[in-house]
């Protein structure tokens, strides 16, 4: 098939997606891309800008089979700006993350977080727009539909009507595609390199949401207990956290490596040296970072909460430093398979496997009406 798919937000685990699809898919992608800046912007008129670059490249020539889009921006202005010829092709919609669902930075105007409502009202009529939509976990799926019946309770008369339940039937599960682990990484796995103590892998970039606070008190109550040794490998902003000043302060001894490694091999070896993955997010609707480390060997120290319940098998639930397995190598062979559908090319696979039933349905759906008056 001929796949004209539209990325409004080109960076991130959002890129990382779009350059495995593109890496393992067996259909013919053609994307149009944004600079991943201004996120509230993208959801207001990223499809605009997706429209007019995409004509500015040639790419709306010609009809593809498919349309697939991702989900910063508007999918009702992207159907209504494509030319009339284009408004028809089906349209698959990728849910990375969900704007009923999405945190607000406590440091946020109160003005900007009133403005949130309205873009849930964008995902809902994006979503209404699609014809299948794909969420990468069942918890943003999940998030979403709870946050769209707490909002339509403000809705005067009646309420929202059908709109969940069409969303319901339009929408499947996905993992987003992680590239499989190096061999060379597996085969040097393992805490060699750091001999005392529990080294502990914390991959998340450094922001709001991802629990600083609580990572900070937890290293205050544990670190000497527990002997914890941290590995911190998430991105930085350009103004450094309060919070990493304090924990550095308070912990500096116990800092095996502090700051993001860019290089994918690397990164990759850092995280099969650790004996745990610690997330302390109090946001996540997928967590790639978190299974590259459990793919890499690490033992899961995962809140109970968000997508990570969906990552884990049961053998792997409820563990910590304080609660060890009796046996690691079962709980990191069970996990290990437990996320072999989120390799890069079980997972394109599937995305490509759930495109292509939609477009045979509806491709068919006109030839059986006919049969039918006949």
């Not at 009339?84 to 990375?96: E, F, G, I, Q, T």
């Not at 941290?230 to 116990?254: F, I, M, N, S, Y």
């Not at 490509?352 to 039918?372: G, I, K, Q, V």
Request: proline fraction near 7%.
């Amino acid at each position: 098939m001929e796949i004209l798919a539209f990325q409004p937000w080109d960076g991130g685990s959002h890129r990382a997606v779009r350059e495995s699809i593109t890496r393992h898919a067996h259909h013919d992608w053609s994307w149009v891309t944004l600079d991943p800046v201004g996120p509230r912007w993208r959801l207001r008129l990223g499809a605009l800008e997706l429209v007019d670059r995409a004509r500015e490249q040639g790419a709306l020539a010609a009809r593809p089979d498919l349309l697939f889009a991702t989900s910063l921006l508007d999918g009702a202005q992207l159907r209504s700006t494509l030319p009339a010829s284009l408004r028809s092709v089906p349209l698959v919609l990728y849910m990375h993350e969900n704007q009923a669902a999405y945190p607000v930075s406590e440091h946020v105007d109160t003005r900007d977080r009133d403005r949130d409502a309205h873009l849930v009202v964008t995902n809902l009529s994006t979503l209404l727009a699609a014809d299948l939509v794909i969420w990468n976990s069942a918890f943003n799926r999940d998030s979403f539909l709870e946050g769209l019946d707490r909002l339509l309770r403000h809705l005067p008369g009646r309420g929202g009507g059908s709109w969940r339940g069409l969303i319901e039937q339009r929408s499947v599960i996905a993992w987003p595609p992680v590239e499989p682990i190096p061999g060379q990484v597996l085969r040097n796995s393992g805490s060699t390199s750091y001999p005392d103590g529990i080294s502990v892998a914390w991959p998340h970039r450094w922001e709001h949401d991802k629990g600083l606070d609580e990572l900070l008190a937890l290293m205050d109550r544990d670190a000497v207990s527990l002997d914890l040794r941290l590995v911190l490998l998430g991105e930085r902003p350009g103004t450094e956290p309060e919070q990493l000043k304090r924990l550095r302060a308070a912990h500096g001894d116990r800092i095996i490596h502090d700051g993001w490694v860019p290089d994918r091999a690397s990164y990759l070896q850092r995280l099969a040296e650790c004996d745990w993955v610690l997330s302390t997010a109090r946001h996540e609707f997928f967590g790639i970072a978190v299974v590259e480390a459990l793919m890499c060997g690490c033992l899961p120290w995962l809140p109970d909460r968000l997508s990570y319940p969906e990552l884990l098998p049961p053998i792997a639930r409820g563990l910590s430093p304080k609660n060890p397995p009796k046996d690691a190598a079962a709980v990191v062979t069970a996990t290990q398979g437990h996320l072999e559908s989120a390799l890069a090319p079980a997972a394109v696979a599937r995305i490509e496997a759930l495109a292509e039933t939609m477009f045979e349905t509806m491709t068919d759906e006109p030839a059986r009406e006919r049969d039918r008056h006949e």
